[in-house]
Nanobody, 120 residues
Framework: QVQLAESGGGLVQAGGSLRLSCTAS????????MGWFRQTPSNEREFVAA?????SPVYADSVKGRFTATRDDTKIHLQMNNLRPDDTAVYFC????????????????WGQGTQVTVSS
């Protein structure tokens, strides 16, 4: 069983930056694809970014050029720049055996989520 622990959410003004981090509890997760989703009360959980085990990050179109996902073994980070009010959501860390799994929502493990609020 893999547990994911997120940190780094908060309140920021539009145009500001936040950095989210997530740590997996077991070393076996180092070979998993890890990524981020976000969810608002009125929307389904949506893919944001993912970092596969041994290749480059992938991003949703809505965050390309503003968000950067990086990874160090069992830790994943999401640097969020130029934040907008529509980035406001609960952000969830995720892990899956493959990148395709994360992209399709077939996630094996979820974190509890961290709130990001962007004020206008």
């Amino acid at each position: 069983q893999v547990q994911l622990a997120e940190s780094g959410g908060g309140l920021v003004q539009a145009g500001g930056s936040l950095r989210l981090s997530c740590t997996a509890s077991v070393l076996a997760a180092a070979t998993y694809a890890m990524g981020w989703f976000r969810q608002t009360p009125s929307n389904e959980r949506e893919f944001v970014a993912a970092v596969p085990y041994s290749s480059s990050p992938v991003y949703a179109d809505s965050v390309k050029g503003r968000f950067t996902a990086t990874r160090d073994d069992t830790k994943i980070h999401l640097q969020m720049n130029n934040l907008r009010p529509d980035d406001t959501a609960v952000y969830f860390c995720s892990a899956a055996a493959t990148l395709a799994g994360i992209r399709s929502g077939r996630v094996d493990y979820w974190g509890q989520g961290t709130q990001v609020t962007v004020s206008s």
